[in-house]
């Protein structure tokens, strides 16, 4: 591959630790190398190589994938652009839902379900042990109540097998945490969560003091981008894009996030990389926290 003769972006945010993983606080989510509605192969193949091999050349260390995605389509283009993996790339999946012929993401939580997806994802990613492995809950529309018992006990029981280094969760309840943690560790949440769905401020908050990263799935609003009045006067006046400003404050709001914006292009991937890391004021934060805030209670 030959070396862009563009200047390199550092990374914004240095880095966080999950259990024995070091990884970047600005990572890259692969769901956009797939086809339209995250089904079927990309269509520029080789572009997809292209941005996967960006990633890892500007220092990215933490990618996040499913074996949903596709399905099968990003695990497998991860390995051909990136096997054999350097020590320092982690690489986090998730199980716990597949994919049907609407394109739909039916839950698939049963323990068989959920050693078949950890056996899959070895396979198509070509690795004996998966770094962090995410136990997606609830459905498409969002989380949803009850236990998680059975299913995270079951990738708990792959975890003591060697198969899987450290677990996570993902669009979960505070419930379903609690709950979690009564049976075994994990590093990280992955929740729906930015400017304008501020609904796990407290989670947020309760992870940092617990070490545990937080990881926002849609960080700019995913299918329907974040649209805000105040978002866009604030990106105007640091003659910055929205998006920028969007993934800087999630920066700013709290150590253990981490970012996964994801793109199918390496100019994308090198302009996120660079907005990131806009310096926000503490008169920006300000105004931009008004956009999502829950209102006080009484």
């Known amino acids: 591959m030959s070396t862009p003769t563009t200047s390199t972006p550092s990374l914004p945010g240095g880095t966080w630790t999950m259990g024995d993983l070091t990884v970047t606080r600005f990572g890259y989510g692969a769901m956009q190398l797939t086809g339209p509605g995250v089904m079927g192969p990309p269509a520029d193949h080789d572009g997809a190589l292209a941005v996967l091999r960006e990633a890892v050349r500007l220092g990215i260390t933490h990618i996040d994938t499913a074996d949903a995605y596709g399905p099968h389509v990003t695990n497998r283009l991860i390995r051909e652009a990136l096997h054999p993996y350097p020590d320092s790339l982690h690489l986090v999946t998730k199980v716990g839902a597949v994919r049907d012929a609407q394109g739909g993401w039916p839950p698939a939580r049963e323990p068989d379900d959920l050693r078949r997806a950890v056996h899959s994802n070895l396979e198509a990613l070509g690795v004996e042990t998966l770094d962090l492995v995410n136990l997606r809950l ?32 993902s669009n979960a309840t505070a419930d379903q945490i609690a709950e979690a943690r009564t049976i075994a560790p994990f ?112």
């Open 138 to 169: 609830g459905d498409a529309t969002g989380p949803r109540p009850g236990s998680l018992a059975e299913a995270y006990g079951t990738l708990v029981d792959l975890q003591r097998q060697g198969l899987i280094r450290h677990l996570g969760l």
């Open 187 to 298: 590093v990280c949440v992955q929740n729906l969560y930015n400017l304008a769905h501020r609904q796990d401020d407290d989670l947020v908050d309760r992870l940092a003091e617990q070490g545990v990263a937080y990881v926002p799935f849609f960080p700019l609003g995913g299918f329907s981008p974040l649209q805000s009045s105040v978002l866009s006067a604030v990106a105007a006046r640091l003659g910055a894009r929205p998006m920028s400003v969007a993934l800087a404050w999630l920066l700013h709001r709290s150590p253990n996030i981490l970012l996964i914006p994801g793109t199918s292009s390496v100019a994308h991937l090198r302009e996120n990389i660079t907005g990131a890391g806009l310096a926000l004021s503490e008169e920006d934060l300000a105004e931009l926290d008004t956009i999502g805030r829950r209102p006080a209670v009484p």
